[in-house]
T-cell receptor
Framework: NAGVTQTPKFQVLKTGQSMTLQCAQDMNHNSMYWYRQDPGMGLRLIYYSASEGTTDKGEVPNGYNVSRLNKREFSLRLESAAPSQTSVYFC?????????????FGEGSWLTVV | GESVGLHLPTLSVQEGDNSIINCAYSNSASDYFIWYKQESGKGPQFIIDIRSNMDKRQGQRVTVLLNKTVKHLSLQIAATQPGDSAVYFCAENIPTGFQKLVFGTGTRLLVSP
């Protein structure tokens, strides 16, 4: 049981380039999330998908887009990368949006935009 | 891959000591709380959780205490081991329609042999 798997682990982009972070979970969870983590700050929600077929903005959505491809997969796209998007990105999943359900994280994707 | 917690509060303990890590949460309506452990270069790992109708919950070597009066959460680790060295942070579930999870910035635990 792999849990939440995200790729790539590391990526360096030039300003203006685009890329997609891939995420898949094998826990049959309904809800999936993308967070970013910056030094000295807690995890901040970029986008989430409460269930297959729906996506919504989180706290810091600007500069990102997402696709819930199916129940397992939730991708995050940077259309035109900026240095401010240098961060560690975590995909996460949760059984559903009921309080009491733990959220599980992937191992992270380290993105540097130069 | 270390880019998390460069300026975090740090708790240094000796191997075998008990550790207490504290967290102040923000919303009095929060109804569920989670503690995570994050090792360098890895994703947050679930440790233990507690619902707001409880004051205490115990796991293997860990205990979480909840004081709703002062909006305070603590994680106690018994007989701390070098492998416990990591950043620990709490999360609170705010029961909006979205069931929003808000994460703290964390505390770095350093365990000396």
């Amino acid at each position: 049981n792999a849990g939440v798997t995200q790729t790539p682990k590391f990526q360096v982009l030039k300003t203006g380039q685009s890329m997609t972070l891939q995420c898949a979970q094998d826990m049959n969870h309904n809800s999936m999330y993308w967070y970013r983590q910056d030094p000295g700050m807690g995890l901040r929600l970029i986008y989430y998908s409460a269930s297959e077929g729906t996506t919504d903005k989180g706290e810091v959505p600007n500069g990102y887009n997402v696709s819930r491809l199916n129940k397992r997969e939730f991708s995050l796209r940077l259309e035109s990368a900026a240095p401010s998007q240098t961060s560690v990105y975590f995909c996460a999943s949760r059984k559903d949006r009921i309080s009491g359900n733990t959220i599980y994280f992937g191992e992270g994707s380290w993105l540097t935009v130069v | 891959g270390e880019s998390v917690g460069l300026h975090l509060p740090t708790l240094s303990v000796q191997e075998g000591d008990n550790s207490i890590i504290n967290c102040a949460y923000s919303n009095s309506a929060s109804d569920y709380f989670i503690w995570y452990k994050q090792e360098s270069g890895k994703g947050p790992q679930f440790i233990i959780d507690i619902r707001s109708n409880m004051d205490k919950r115990q796991g293997q070597r860990v205990t979480v205490l909840l004081n709703k009066t002062v909006k305070h959460l603590s994680l106690q680790i018994a007989a701390t081991q070098p492998g416990d060295s990591a950043v620990y942070f709490c999360a609170e579930n705010i029961p909006t329609g979205f069931q929003k999870l808000v994460f703290g910035t964390g505390t770095r635990l350093l365990v000396s042999p």
